[in-house]
């Protein structure tokens, strides 16, 4: 009788061991089927880019099922993005530095992420960094230079500035001119009561003046709020899309 009943548990174990196999087996068929594999690696055509230009970013993608049922979401910490998919085109912003385009692929289960940097550069420019207060006890203070430019490489000059609010204790009113032609009138500079010197900086499109190579009076103009000595520094002026010369006249 001891016997019999322990060759019946026996049979039960078996029987109970071969259905958790069959169970397990199943279940991992099914993992198997739903599970798809998914990986992104991207290529610019070049990660060294001047300001304004442009590359083509592709992503070569190993995915294990049907290629339609990817979404494709592309994002630029600056710069931007023309295009969608696979293969897009990235433009350089007007600011050189280093830009991170990310691009993230799913199909709703899986998905994957991958980065890429692209190196902009200033390209050809003129760089001056004059250091140079606006001086004077009038309420209007005027800075000029001789600007000479060589030669022009592209169609969208800039002027870009950089202005310390050193002591001033209010704002001011900027007004930029090339050969007597405003390019720029009473811009808003600079704060009220700051709590610390504050650096201003913005550029402006001068392509309607500068269109060929020469010799142009460039005129920086502040109508300020209160006249303190030595309270606006120059401390940067760039005109991207040229070589030359700029100096000051004094």
Known sequence: MKIQKLQFYVQILFLLSALCLVSACETDNLLNIDAETLEITLKADTQMLNIGDTTTITATVDYSGD??????????SNGRIVGDGNSVVYVA??????????????????SDRQQIRIEVGIGHAIIATPNRYWQGNTFTQTLTFSLKVDEIFRENIKLRYEILQDTARAGAFL??????????????IGAVQPNEPQMIGDEIDVSSVITVPGNYELTLTLDIVNVMEDAW???KLTIIGVEGTLTEIR
Request: glycine fraction near 8%.
């Open 93 to 110: 912003p007007e600011s050189a530095g280093t830009n991170t385009i990310t691009l993230e692929v799913t199909d709703g289960n899986v």
């Open 67 to 76: 290629a339609s049922a990817l979404d494709f979401m592309w994002n630029v």
């Open 233 to 235: 520094l120059l401390r």
């Open 175 to 188: 007004s930029i001119a090339i050969n007597g032609i405003s390019v720029g009138q009473d811009k808003t």
